[in-house]
């Protein structure tokens, strides 16, 4: 049966872990839409781990980003620090003062790991790297007699490209960081130039397997930056704006998830306008229906994450 014009069937092969911020925790909802039966699936059980009070000490309040590093650990970021999880035992790590290796900021929006295996953190107050053998974060903050230091303290997500370059998202602007040389260069919307940033209000970012750059803004929708400037050089790129009246256009500008299928193409969550899938081409949206209680179709209109 076709679906209807406008509809995505899902590939038999995908699989969404789609995060949705509740208003007390995070939904974990699994999407499987025309997979096969699996025996089992209706005797699943979870293990609770972690409470939704943010106040514990013990404890992250609601779970913004999930990564696993490469010695197996689990890291889970919250909105009061991050827990490190080795299949047994919890370790919590809080915000402390600058310099005494401790967060440089409690609420942690993102998470990355880079090709050496280093754990990156992205916080409402800097960047922190997690040095694994004296267990302690360095951390990165903007200062203002430095214009190579961090741009804006304000981060929300995070990306590695594909020479080690560290790209972060902030609330001011797109940052990109020489994990060797600990400098940042800084890329701000420009109105005089359709090709610069779209927003400075940056929710989500995502190197592709291409080595693309994609933007995701809270207010002017996504962009598409085909060669990655190098020093010296502006950033150019593509900007994909909502348009309601357009089915194959985004419906909303606020960006909330980009994730790359195992087909290379690009998913987009939004906040209010539900998914989106961008075509092999690049250049037309096909949207996720969203009718509550019906089989196989999402279930709510705000995505918050993509995996």
């Not at 995908?14 to 209706?42: I, W």
């Not at 080795?86 to 790991?113: I, K, M, P, T």
């Not at 995502?206 to 995701?216: A, F, P, V, Y």
């Amino acid at each position: 049966m076709t679906p209807p014009q406008g509809h995505i069937s899902l590939p038999m092969a995908l699989l969404f872990r789609v995060l949705l911020r509740a208003l007390y925790g995070v939904l974990l909802l699994g999407l499987a839409a025309a997979m096969p039966a699996r025996a089992g699936n209706d005797n699943l059980s979870f293990e609770h781990l972690l409470t939704n009070d943010a106040d514990l000490r013990d404890n992250i309040g609601a779970v913004n980003a999930i990564k696993q590093d490469q010695q197996g650990f689990m890291w889970f970021a919250g909105e009061n620090g991050v827990a490190r999880y080795d299949g047994h035992n919890l370790v919590f790590y809080h915000e402390g003062r600058l310099g005494s290796g401790q967060l440089c900021g409690n609420f942690v929006w993102d998470l990355a790991v880079d090709k050496s295996g280093e754990l990156w953190l992205a916080t409402q107050k800097g960047l922190n790297r997690y040095d694994r053998a004296g267990d302690r974060f360095e951390s990165f903050v903007h200062d203002a007699q430095n214009p190579n230091s961090l741009g804006e303290d304000y981060i929300r997500s995070l990306a590695f490209d594909a020479t080690g370059l560290l790209w972060l998202g902030t609330q001011n602007g797109l940052d990109v960081m020489d994990p060797v040389r600990g400098t940042f260069r800084h890329y701000r919307h420009d109105p005089a130039d359709t090709q610069s940033l779209s927003s400075n209000s940056i929710r989500r970012i995502k190197i592709d397997s291409q080595n693309r750059l994609w933007i995701g803004t809270a207010d002017a929708g996504l962009m598409r930056v085909d060669q990655l400037p190098k020093p010296g050089e502006a950033l150019q790129g593509v900007r994909y704006l909502a348009d309601v009246n357009n089915p194959t256009a985004l419906n909303t500008s606020k960006i909330n998830a980009l994730e790359e299928d195992a087909e290379g193409r690009l998913w987009v969550g939004t906040y209010g306008g539900g998914l989106h899938r961008l075509s092999a081409d690049l250049k037309e949206f096909t949207r996720l229906p969203i009718r509550a209680g019906k089989k196989n179709m999402l279930i709510a209109q705000v995505v918050e994450s993509i995996t």
